[in-house]
Antibody, heavy 121, light 113 residues
Framework: QVHLVQSGAEVKKPGASVKVSCKAS????????MHWVRQAPGQGLEWMGW????????KYAQKFQGRVTMTRDTSISTAYMDLNRLTSDDTAVYYC??????????????WGQGTMVTVSS | DIVMTQSPDSLAVSLGERATINCKSS????????????LAWYQQKPGQPPKLLIY???TRESGVPDRFSGSGSGTDFTLTISSLQAEDVAVYYC?????????FGPGTKVDIK
């Protein structure tokens, strides 16, 4: 069974950073791109970027350039999303999602359960 | 960036009736070299992550009931639920993956009338 299991909820102060992990199982981790998507309370889905677990190459949405870093550890089949300079607007559920094929231009067929990040003073 | 719009914002349909959701992209997501539309549909129920229903605009994901179908090409797309079931109450999103800046539509909420 293919699964993505994310780290637990976080509460952060404005200006801080958060690092969310996403552990993959049931498939070859390096063979599929990993995307990150967030969803503010009551709002829609917002794509943040992807990482190619094979090469470590990344592509970030323009909105998050300079503030987000996506990394991976292939030895433990885990992807990470690091977001810094947090504000209250970053309060959201953060999802990792697997690309459906071996390229970045794909739908997302497997999703993590989501990680709630709350930014509050 | 490609802007995705959806209509209606919400709709209520009687059980067993048809539900139709529209999605429009600000530019074509049809790649001429392979004749594929880079468009997907997702279903999201409260408290759950999104679930992939349709990709390449009309290909149903494995395990998705055949009452869900996708159609359209270029800039105009439709998700149809042929006979609405109670478990189909959810928000539905379209997504384009044609450009490096992947974007989603704002979502359409489907309820039972």
């Amino acid at each position: 069974q293919v699964h993505l299991v994310q780290s637990g909820a976080e509460v952060k102060k404005p200006g801080a950073s958060v690092k969310v992990s996403c552990k993959a199982s049931g498939y070859t981790f390096s063979a599929y791109y990993m995307h990150w998507v967030r969803q503010a309370p009551g709002q829609g889905l917002e794509w943040m970027g992807w990482i190619n677990p094979n090469s470590g190459g990344t592509k970030y949405a323009q909105k998050f350039q300079g503030r987000v870093t996506m990394t991976r550890d292939t030895s433990i089949s885990t992807a990470y999303m690091d977001l810094n300079r947090l504000t209250s607007d970053d309060t959201a559920v953060y999802y990792c999602a697997r690309g459906s094929n071996s390229s970045w231009y794909s739908s997302f067929d497997i999703w993590g359960q989501g990680t709630m990040v709350t930014v509050s003073s | 960036d490609i802007v995705m719009t959806q209509s209606p914002d919400s709709l209520a349909v009687s059980l067993g009736e048809r539900a139709t959701i529209n999605c429009k992209s600000s530019q074509s997501v049809l790649y001429s070299s392979n004749n594929k539309n880079y468009l997907a549909w997702y279903q999201q129920k409260p408290g759950q992550p999104p679930k992939l229903l349709i990709y390449w605009a009309s290909t149903r994901e494995s395990g998705v009931p055949d009452r869900f179908s996708g159609s359209g090409s270029g800039t105009d797309f439709t998700l149809t639920i042929s006979s609405l079931q109670a478990e189909d109450v959810a928000v539905y999103y379209c997504q384009q993956y044609y450009t490096t800046e992947i974007t989603f539509g704002p979502g359409t909420k489907v309820d039972i009338k």
